[in-house]
């Protein structure tokens, strides 16, 4: 399975971005989608990831983004809002072919930059 991250960018504090993440090759394999983030000296952390339609967010980003999948499409996003700085990073999209998220698939990665 082939993951394409795409839709970073540069944007205030207080904006949104919507990031997308495209499967293909054995799509139909992945259960569970996934966003993960890396800031610069940090370790990358999990944002938000979806299963079957429930859905799980990292603390921090709670009420602010949301993941969704459209299964006939092989496409996932993660809808960024109310932007803070510390929401900078490289945010990767991941794919895991069981629930137990081992994660065998990723994404390039793509940069998402919030100035103050």
């Known amino acids: 399975v082939q993951l394409q991250a795409s839709g970073g960018g540069l944007v205030q504090a207080g904006g949104s971005l919507r990031l997308s993440c495209a499967a293909s090759?054995?799509?139909?394999?992945?259960?569970?989608m996934g966003w993960y983030r890396q800031a610069p000296g940090k370790q990358r952390e999990l944002v938000a990831d979806?299963?079957?339609?429930?859905?799980n967010y990292a603390n921090s980003v709670k009420g602010r983004f949301t993941i969704s999948r459209d299964n006939t499409k092989n496409i996932a996003w993660l809808q960024m809002d109310s932007l803070k700085p510390e929401d900078t990073a490289i945010y990767y999209c991941?794919?895991?072919?069981?629930?137990?998220?081992?994660?065998?698939?990723w994404g390039q990665g793509t940069q998402v930059t919030v100035s103050s």
């Open positions: 991941a794919g895991s072919l069981s629930d137990g998220r081992r994660w065998e698939s």
């Open positions: 090759g054995s799509s139909l394999s992945i259960i569970v």
């Open positions: 979806i299963v079957r339609g429930d859905t």
